[in-house]
C-alpha cells in the first residue's frame, strides 16, 4: 500500500469491551423495529382507521392499509434530506456519539409516547388517533435512522477490516435477541391483559422504555475519537455539511465507482427487504385474518431464529465470500416474496416462511453493512453511512410507496405484495458486477486477508 493510499488512516484494534457495548445499541433499538416498525403500530392503526372508514388529514383521505405505509415513506424522505447532512456534521466533529446519544432520547420518547394514541380520548376520536400515532412514528423512526447512521459509522473504529464481518453479524444478532426478549414481554401482556388495545398500546411503551434503558451501555463504554478533518477556514458545520454533500456524490461517482455501484444496488435490494419487514403483519392481518397474538407469536420466533441466522451469515461469508453470501441471502428474499404471493393463505405457512425470513434477514443486512464499510474511505464514515442509512432497516421509501400506491389502486394487498420482486432482480443484476477489491483499493482500505 502506498503512502497515499493510507493517509488519513487511524490504527484500530478490536477491542472486545467496546465490541460489546456498541453491539448492545443494536439490542436497545431493536425493540422498535420488532415491536413498533414490524409488529403492533401497523395493525393498530389500520384496524382504527377502519373504524373510520379511511385516515382524513390535510383534505386527504387514506385508505386504511395504505397509510401507515405512507407515514413509513414520509419519515424517510425526511432522511433522505436530513441523514447525509448528520453524517457529514459528525465527521468534522467529535460530536458522534453525543449526537447519536441525542437522537436515541428524542426516538425513545417519541415511542414511549405513542401509549397515549388512544381512540377513546374524547379529543382525539379515532382518526385524531391515527394521525397522532402516524406523526409520532415520523418522529421516532427519523430519530432512528439519525440515531443508526452514526452507531454504524463507529463499525469502523472499533473493528479491523478482518474482524468486520464478525463484529457486524454479532451486532445483528444481539439486536435480534433483544428485540425477541422485548416482544416476548410484549406477547405476555398481550395474553394476560383483558383490554386488547391497552395491552397494545403499553407493548408500543414498553419498545420506548427498552431503547431508553439499554442505550445506556455504549452512553458509557463507546469511546468517541476525534475527528479525521477538520473545517475549513470561514466554514461552519451546516454550511461545510451542505457542500459535502454534493462533493460526495461527485467523489464517490468519480474516484470510488465500485463504492457507487455497490451503494445503489443496496437502496434498492434492501428498499425490498425493508418493505417486506414493514408491511408483513399487516398483509397477514388482511389477507389471511391472522390475529394480533398469532402475529406476535410469529414475529418472536423470527427474533429467535434471525439470531442464528445473522451468525450462520457471518460464518458463511468467512467461508465462501461475502458478496457471495450476500447474493444467496437475496435470492431468497426474492423466493419469499413469490410464495407470499402465489401460495401464502393459511396461518400454520406463515411460519415456515417465517423460518427463511429469519433466517436471511440478519444475514443480508449485516453483511451489506460490513460489505460496505470496507469500502469507503476511513475518514469519512458517518458522512457515507449517512447515504447508507437512507434505505437501512425499517426506513425504506420507495418499496412502501409503491406498495400503498397499489394497495390504493386495487384495495389488495396480494397483488400490491408481488410488486416487491422487482426491487430483488434489479438488486442483484446491479451488485453482480461490484468490484469489492478494487473498491476497497479505491477507498484508501488494504484488502489483505478480507474474503469478499
Do not use: C
Not at 382504527?48 to 424522505?77: C, N, R
Not at 457542500?243 to 428498499?271: C, G, S, W
Not at 465462501?320 to 416474496?337: M, N
Amino acid at each position: 500500500m502506498s503512502e497515499a493510499v493510507m493517509a488519513g488512516h487511524r490504527p484500530v484494534e478490536t477491542n472486545r469491551r467496546e465490541v460489546w457495548s456498541w453491539a448492545m445499541y443494536d439490542w436497545a433499538n431493536s425493540a422498535f423495529s420488532t415491536i413498533v416498525v414490524t409488529t403492533l403500530l401497523g395493525p393498530y392503526l389500520s384496524n382504527l382507521a377502519q373504524k373510520v372508514d379511511g385516515v382524513h388529514v390535510l383534505g386527504m383521505t387514506f385508505k386504511p392499509d395504505a397509510f401507515y405505509p405512507t407515514m413509513v415513506s414520509l419519515s424517510v424522505i425526511l432522511q433522505v434530506l436530513f441523514l447525509p447532512l448528520l453524517g457529514t456534521i459528525a465527521d468534522y466533529s467529535s460530536l458522534k456519539k453525543r449526537l447519536m446519544l441525542l437522537f436515541a432520547f428524542i426516538g425513545a420518547l417519541a415511542t414511549l409516547l405513542l401509549f397515549f394514541v388512544n381512540p377513546d380520548y374524547a379529543f382525539l376520536g379515532a382518526n385524531g388517533a391515527v394521525v397522532l400515532g402516524g406523526v409520532l412514528f415520523v418522529i421516532a423512526n427519523l430519530a432512528f435512522g439519525a440515531a443508526v447512521v452514526l452507531y454504524n459509522a463507529f463499525l469502523p473504529d472499533i473493528a479491523e477490516p478482518k474482524d468486520r464481518d464478525r463484529v457486524s453479524s454479532f451486532g445483528w444478532a444481539l439486536g435480534y435477541l433483544g428485540g425477541g426478549i422485548a416482544l416476548a414481554i410484549a406477547l405476555g401482556l398481550f395474553i394476560l391483559m383483558e383490554d386488547k388495545g391497552l395491552a397494545v398500546r403499553v407493548g408500543l411503551a414498553l419498545a420506548g422504555a427498552w431503547w431508553l434503558l439499554f442505550t445506556a451501555f455504549p452512553a458509557r463504554y463507546l469511546r468517541q475519537r476525534p475527528p479525521l478533518k477538520q473545517l475549513p477556514p470561514g466554514e461552519n458545520y451546516f454550511s461545510q455539511g451542505v457542500k459535502q454533500i454534493v462533493r460526495t456524490l461527485f467523489t464517490m461517482y468519480r474516484r470510488y465507482p465500485e463504492t457507487f455501484k455497490f451503494l445503489i444496488a443496496y437502496l434498492i435490494y434492501n428498499d425490498g427487504i425493508q418493505t417486506v419487514i414493514v408491511v408483513s403483519t399487516m398483509f397477514a392481518a388482511s389477507e389471511l385474518g391472522t390475529s394480533a397474538d398469532v402475529l406476535m407469536i410469529l414475529i418472536l420466533m423470527i427474533q429467535f431464529v434471525a439470531f442464528f441466522g445473522a451468525l450462520f451469515f457471518g460464518w458463511l461469508a468467512q467461508r465462501i465470500g461475502t458478496k457471495k453470501a450476500l447474493f444467496i441471502s437475496i435470492v431468497i428474499w426474492a423466493g419469499i416474496v413469490i410464495y407470499a404471493y402465489g401460495w401464502l393463505y393459511q396461518d400454520w405457512q406463515l411460519f415456515i416462511l417465517g423460518v427463511f425470513v429469519a433466517l436471511v434477514m440478519g444475514g443480508s443486512q449485516a453483511l451489506s453493512r460490513s460489505l460496505y464499510s470496507q469500502f469507503i474511505p476511513r475518514d469519512s464514515e458517518s458522512e457515507y453511512f449517512g447515504f447508507y442509512e437512507i434505505s437501512e432497516r425499517g426506513t425504506s421509501w420507495i418499496g412502501t410507496a409503491l406498495f400503498a400506491l397499489a394497495v390504493q389502486v386495487t384495495g389488495s394487498s396480494r397483488t400490491a405484495i408481488l410488486s416487491l420482486i422487482l426491487f430483488f432482480i434489479v438488486g442483484l443484476l446491479l451488485l453482480i458486477p461490484v468490484n469489492g477489491r478494487k473498491a476497497m483499493l479505491d477507498a484508501g482500505n488494504d484488502p489483505t486477508g478480507v474474503r469478499l
